[in-house]
């Protein structure tokens, strides 16, 4: 069930000139949340920002009744959070939307690319205590972009590309060597990132016959589907990213 | 205890504040944030007679103090309504209310009357406002001669409350009203969302699939209390105030100006129980202000 609660501001750590995390803590026990759901964040007191921004929980921390957030700065509103003291009040909705698919002892690959690594956290954990094989790869323009390799390293192996070739392969994520090696077999791929690059994936995946999960970042004003501003085009017709998604099989996408 | 009860037409509210349709679902979406009976009323999103997909992505573009939305009516269809939601919202201890659309007055027609059939449904909303839509909508609102047609029409087929949700893109707010209220409305809702666009300059792109959208949001609240003013003035028939209400004191304003009850709109998407807040902020304002009966703030602006 979601709920509206105030949170106090934990920690800030900036993990380079553009992106942090933000750790929110509560008094009472935090409710469910599954790799893949996002909360709303108000933004209070700020000039120009009057809605509220959705984020993916990077991480979940059940015994401190903390979680945490990834948060690139994009506009007026990221930038803001990024500069609350220790202890100042947060308000958020949360938990919303759906969930990954979870398999158990499969052979799955993640891909994640610039601030779309944020949900991955979660899901590599969950996807590792069932027994699955996991890949990840992460793509960014530098090096700077490339975060939580070490995180991932305890699920699986991991791979990464960046665009001036300053880490990993260079290129564009799916340029990357393994996806045209002819032993690429994976039974699920996951994705996150921008619309291009999940695009790109999508249709490797669908080349290949293998299930893709996608996870959508859409504008949206309510978060629980109510503005029906965030829709997605589907082969079901216009779904709402923040209550039907924000994770979808790539299939039914119109891409 | 002070009284926030009021009678509009044959509506008995058990407060002034309802939610204003296309901000708040069918009030289901809710139910985990506040028990939406505790409203005066519902206005649920916007109905027409087949499944609407609505405006492509993207339909909404943050304004400062506001937003701008060309969501475009996506719903789908009465039909549906009837069969998957109506069972499931009919109980609330609330009144529902249908906001009515269509692209020609046969297709208002065709729907008041399979609206008039659901005994839950004390009231109809007949929307001649929606700015998102290329045919009906606010095509209807904005001249005389087809704001009366369709009033018209409409009340010749229900009989029970007959609101007229009026659009404020108009040159003469009072005109348009003085129209609907001769065509045989029973109460007069205003405004809907101000038709307005958004660029971005680095781009050179519109933010909306449409170019232009629907502002909404307190920085609409100003005109949009000038607007209800000016019709409380001109009518004898009681009317829903909204426009960028935020609280308690925002919703105060607006029965000052002469509004009976208030639509909750934008407001809700920020904080799903912000409606529920008004309410008790207009119970303390009365306490404080020694007000027992909340009629006795309907348009009682002092000079």
């Known amino acids: 069930m979601k709920r509206i609660e105030d949170l106090s501001v934990k920690n800030i750590s900036w993990l380079n000139s553009n992106s942090y995390v933000l750790e929110l803590s509560g008094t009472k026990a935090i409710p469910d949340i599954l790799p893949g759901n996002f909360a709303e964040i108000r933004v209070d007191h700020h000039p120009g920002v009057f809605l509220r921004r959705p984020f993916s929980y990077l991480d979940v921390d059940e015994k401190n009744n903390s979680i945490s957030f990834f948060v690139k700065v994009v506009g007026k509103g990221s930038r803001k959070l990024g500069t609350l003291e220790k202890g100042e009040l947060v308000n958020v909705i949360h938990p919303l939307g759906n969930a990954f698919s979870i398999p158990d002892n499969k052979k799955v690959l993640i891909t994640g ?18 027994g699955n094989e996991i890949t990840i790869i992460t793509g960014g323009r530098s090096s700077e972009d490339i975060l939580f390799s070490e995180e991932f390293k305890a699920y699986g192996e991991v791979l990464c590309t960046t665009e001036d070739g300053s880490l990993g392969e260079k290129g564009i994520l799916t340029e990357h060597p393994i996806f045209t090696k002819d032993n690429f077999d994976f039974d699920l791929i996951y994705t996150c990132g921008p619309e291009g690059m999940m695009k790109a994936v999508a249709k490797i995946a669908r080349d290949k016959g293998i ?37 979808f099989n790539t299939n039914d996408l119109k891409w | 205890m002070v009284d926030l009860s009021i009678k509009i037409h044959e509506l ?22 506040f028990d939406p009976g505790a409203l005066g009323a519902i206005f649920i999103k916007g109905l027409t007679l087949k499944n609407r997909d609505g405006n ?24 549906h309504f009837i069969e998957n939601i109506y069972p499931a919202i009919k109980n609330y201890n609330t009144h529902i209310i249908a906001n009515v659309n269509g692209s020609t007055v046969e297709e208002y027609i065709s729907l008041t009357e399979k609206i008039n059939e659901l005994d839950h449904i004390p009231a109809i909303e007949l929307n001649i406002s929606c700015p998102n839509v290329k045919e009906g909508g606010m095509a209807f ?80 609240k100003p005109i949009a209390l000038r607007m209800v003013w000016q019709v409380y003035q001109a009518v004898k028939i009681p009317v829903f105030g909204m426009g960028g209400i935020m609280n308690a004191a925002d919703a105060i304003e607006f029965i000052l100006s002469g509004s009976s009850a208030i639509q909750v709109g934008t407001a809700n998407f920020i904080d799903p129980q912000i409606s529920l807040k008004i309410i008790k902020g207009i119970e303390e304002y009365m306490e404080r202000h020694g007000v027992e009966n909340v009629k006795e703030l309907v348009g009682a602006l002092e000079d």
Do not use: W
């Open chain 2, 12 to 33: 008995e509210l058990k407060n002034p504040v309802a939610t204003a349709s296309g901000t708040f679902g069918y009030g289901e979406e809710f139910t985990d944030f």
């Open chain 2, 56 to 79: 492509p992505y993207p339909r909404m573009a943050e304004t400062a103090s506001g937003m701008l939305n060309a969501v475009g009516l996506q719903n789908k269809g009465i039909e």
């Open chain 2, 141 to 220: 609102g904005v001249s005389c001669p087809s704001a009366i047609a369709v009033t018209n029409a409409v009340r010749k087929v229900y009989d029970k409350t007959l609101i007229v949700k009026l659009s404020p893109n108009v040159t003469d707010i009072a005109e348009m009203a003085l129209a609907v209220e001769g065509a045989g409305a029973d109460t007069i809702s205003l405004v809907n969302t101000f038709l307005g666009m958004a660029i971005d300059a680095e781009t050179r792109k519109p933010l909306l699939s449409t170019i232009t959208g629907g502002l909404s949001g307190p920085c609409i």
């Open chain 1, 211 to 247: 299930a893709c999960e996608a996870s959508l970042e859409h504008l949206m004003a309510c978060g629980f589907g109510v503005c029906l501003c965030c829709i997605q085009e589907t082969t079901e017709g216009n779904k709402c990213v923040c209550t039907e998604g924000p994770v």
């Open chain 1, 113 to 130: 690319g610039g601030s779309g690594i944020a949900p991955f956290i979660m899901l590599g954990r969950e996807l590792k205590s069932r």
